[in-house]
């Protein structure tokens, strides 16, 4: 008897079939101080058509990742100079969306849901099989953008549709349950205008009594509260048309 | 249930340069000096690095105890000599090294 490795030299074709949605020559950075897992998956997701970073410290990673704009992140949670799930959390507190997948041999339910709620978007125990880990990969990369992570960053703020939580700068903006809606929508309409009625038909229901001041108090609370949270956001009015959200102020990563 | 044996060409394509395996011959020899020596911290890396490792290189046997050992490690609970002479002879069967005979 022997493994099923699918491997993708031994088995390109057959691979690039069952993967033909996921996206090719995706950019991917892989933070693994294990050498020869390292060089594993450097050559599985080369084979597949993707363009690999390895690196070993979570320092670099941090700087690998202001300076590229990675589609997928492999983290090991056993680093060298530091814990996996201090460098996911730091990365997602600059603003870093890309889908993160976590590599541990950690096997306990409360490591692997500690892992998730940092921010982390799976989780592979060690030792994995190769094509598990390909096919995790890819059904990260196959997710749209708008579902990968449910978190939208605006500069230094991130909005998180699971958390129910806006985050300036790494701290928790406590908004009223109409604002965060209110910000979400704008969030995932970042740069562009939102009519008026969109914002009353997801704020309010048919038998709300929504008076003709109701959205710009709501927008004017939220304006204000943004402030006060120091995000380098903008939230601006067009009269007769909408408003729109726009990051006013680079992310500082 | 029965694992898998991985065959030479499976082992051949997960480590193509014989890069594990020249490291799995390291790590039997680190382990038989750390055990004599009682040096626990060392020995608990390499063992840490063989559970996360082995199995996905097709050495579930070596894997299995190395996780064994690890999860006492982790659990603050002590290592038997016992179970330190299974991981080498998993290491020994694996490189097709004669196992000592004292």
């Known amino acids: 008897m022997t493994l099923d490795l699918g491997h993708a030299e031994g088995n390109a074709a057959a691979s690039k079939d069952r993967l033909q949605a996921a996206p090719s020559q995706a950019r991917i950075l892989v933070v693994e101080d294990d050498d020869d897992i390292a060089a594993l998956l450097g050559r599985e997701l080369r084979g597949l058509g993707h363009t690999v970073d390895l690196v070993r410290y979570a320092e670099d990673a941090l700087f690998a990742a202001r300076g590229n704009d990675y589609a997928l ?24 969306e890309a889908p993160i997948l976590m590599l541990t041999a950690r096997r306990r339910v409360e490591d692997r849901v500690i892992g998730l709620t940092s921010g982390a978007d799976d989780y592979l125990v060690k030792p994995f099989a190769v094509p598990e880990v390909r096919a995790r990969v890819s059904a990260l990369l196959r997710r749209p953008s708008r579902l990968r992570g449910h978190r939208i960053a605006i500069a230094n703020m991130v909005v998180d549709s699971d958390a129910l939580e806006a985050v300036v700068d790494g701290v928790s903006l406590a908004l009223p349950r109409k604002q965060f809606q209110l910000l979400e929508l704008l969030a995932r309409r970042k740069n562009h205008m939102t009519p008026k009625r969109m914002i009353e038909e997801t704020l309010y229901g048919f038998d709300d009594d929504v008076t003709a ?29 909408g408003y729109r959200l726009v990051g006013s102020i680079q992310a500082s990563n | 249930m029965r694992r898998p044996t991985p065959s030479a060409a499976d082992l051949k394509l997960l480590d193509p340069d014989g ?3 020249g ?9 038989a000096q750390l055990s004599d020596s009682g040096n626990l911290d060392e020995l608990r890396q390499i063992v ?3 559970a996360g490792a082995a ?16 999860d006492r490690f982790v659990a603050g609970e002590a290592v038997t000599a016992a179970a330190i002479a299974r991981l080498l002879a998993a290491l020994e069967q694996a490189l097709g090294t004669p196992e000592k005979s004292a």
């Open chain 2, 19 to 21: 890069s594990f395996q």
């Open chain 1, 213 to 241: 001041n109701s959205i710009e108090a709501q927008i004017s609370k939220l304006r204000r509260a943004l402030k006060a949270a120091g995000a380098g956001v903008a939230l601006e009015t067009r009269r007769g048309i």
């Open chain 2, 23 to 31: 490291r799995l011959e390291d790590d039997r020899q680190a382990i």
């Open chain 1, 73 to 96: 992140m492999i983290v090991d949670l056993g680093l060298p100079d530091g814990d996996g799930l201090d460098l996911v959390r730091e990365l997602r507190r600059r603003t870093v």
């Open chain 2, 55 to 70: 199995g996905t290189f097709g050495y579930g046997e070596i894997g299995d105890v190395a996780i064994e050992i690890d």
């Open chain 2, 48 to 50: 840490h690095g063989l």
